[in-house]
């Protein structure tokens, strides 16, 4: 199939779209309920089924799914399909340590690949493009993710994964790359490290990048694009849905295109949790519309963000999200990693002479995720010798480290150093968003 046949749905007339969705819907229903023992005995408790379903609006009736439920029923309690069908399983972090399992048939690895096409064609990559792909490769679903939409595309692929700056800055530069995918914060370190070693990054042919995996804002993206030379372009996803590509932004740069042949969006009231219409902000609930494997049911993504009313000059019927900057949730982005305080909280736990009072700052310096902590430790070890507080120190790095993937910076305070709080503490303080 060609990325211009892929792309057919893309201008599916609402109605069609509408009808194709409630198809859809109805059949991926009973996929849950034939299959995944959560999704059945909730559905019997709400005296909901397959058949409830006569418009997609009556999906608003359905229970949500939450990262909760993933957790409970680590690892594989919402599969749909016997392992015999599961062709590929990725991980992304959780709550508590233990990471969120998702699952793909070989049927699944299509419908991704189909939307990474898709979203590699709005942007206006073609065969003939050099990508180079430095989102990781490896249970993140952001490699992979990428890599085949792009091979799929026709596109000549560089799998170089994250990391090795240096060596991607050579990349870029010799072998004649047109398009980069990865976060946006790594994308201005790479400009920076290209300007110490003399390389003009506006001077090589690179034309876009494919930016995603984190919050950004519009001041970032004029940054980027004029320090760059290049279109930057959001690309929204998460790996309880498919991974990257569940929305894309066209070359209009004007809000990703949620692919709602495959994923179905609603919006809701994070306290109420009543449909919201289009146009108003609030939690952003996806229902996955084609996956076997692990279908997901109004999954909470914890995005807040807005369906747009209008509809985009590039003529595609599909409806656009607001670029989203905010979650509902604890959930901090960091570096494209996702951190709970719950995670810090249970490293620190594990050091002995801390106590459970700490404070965690998340800065943008030279356009990089700094991650702080500060800890209260006992009066005891505060008094301690300077060595003694080095090692405790590193133990505590070396902690955290060990159960979220990022290192931070630690620092020791003296008991009773940090402001307490009347009710929840306030545990993060992200000057990123203030
Ligand atoms: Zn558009």
Not at 28 to 46: G, I, P, S
Not at 80 to 96: D, F, I, K, Q, Y
């Amino acid at each position: 199939m060609s990325f211009l046949e892929a792309s057919a749905p893309d201008y599916l007339p609402l109605a069609q779209m509408r009808q194709l969705q409630l198809a859809r819907l109805r059949a991926v229903a009973a996929r849950a309920y034939q299959n995944v023992h959560l999704y059945r005995t909730r559905m019997d408790e709400h005296g909901l089924g397959p058949e409830s379903l006569c418009d997609p609006s009556d999906l608003g009736r359905f229970p949500f799914t939450t990262k909760a439920d993933l957790r409970d029923t680590y690892p594989f309690g919402l599969f749909a399909s016997p392992m015999s069908e599961v062709v590929r399983l990725h991980a992304s972090s959780g709550t508590t340590g233990k990471p969120i399992v998702v699952a793909y048939t070989r049927e699944d690895l299509e419908v991704w690949t189909n939307v990474m096409v898709r979203a590699l064609a709005a942007c206006g990559l073609t065969r003939g493009d050099v990508v180079q792909n430095a989102y990781g490769y490896g249970l993140f679903t952001g490699g992979l993710g990428a890599h085949y939409g792009a091979e799929a595309l026709g596109a000549t692929v560089i799998p170089i994964s994250g990391g090795n700056t240096d060596r991607q800055i050579m990349v870029l530069r010799d072998f004649r790359v047109t398009a980069i995918c990865c976060t946006p914060s790594y994308f201005i370190h790479l400009v920076e490290r290209a300007a110490e070693l003399g390389v003009s990054i506006r001077d090589l042919p690179l034309r876009a990048g494919i930016f995603g995996a984190e919050p950004w804002t519009d001041s970032m993206r004029r940054h980027i694009q004029a320090e760059g030379g290049i279109q930057a372009f959001d690309i929204y996803g998460l790996s309880e849905i498919v991974g990257p590509g569940v929305a894309m932004e066209c070359i209009h740069q004007a809000g990703p295109h949620i692919f709602e042949d495959m994923f179905f969006p609603e919006i809701i009231d994070p306290k109420t949790l009543e449909p919201l219409p289009d146009g108003e902000e609030g939690e952003l609930v996806l229902t996955t519309l084609c996956k076997r494997a692990m279908p997901m049911l109004r999954y909470r993504t914890r995005d807040i963000t807005s369906l747009e009313p209008t509809r985009c000059v590039c003529g595609r019927t599909l409806r656009r999200i607001r670029r989203i900057g905010r979650r509902s949730d604890d959930m901090l982005i960091i570096r494209g990693v996702n951190l709970f305080p719950s995670q810090i909280e249970a490293a620190l736990l594990k050091v002995e002479g801390t106590l459970p009072h700490y404070q965690i700052t998340v800065d943008r310096q030279k356009d990089l995720d700094i991650l702080e902590v500060q800890v209260e430790v006992t009066a005891d070890a505060f008094s301690d010798t300077v060595s003694a507080m080095e090692q405790m120190q590193k133990r505590l790095v070396h902690s955290i480290e060990t159960i979220t993937g990022l290192r931070p910076a630690v620092k020791l305070v003296a008991p009773r150093t940090l402001q307490r709080s009347e009710g929840k503490a306030k545990r993060v303080i992200d000057k990123r968003i203030m």
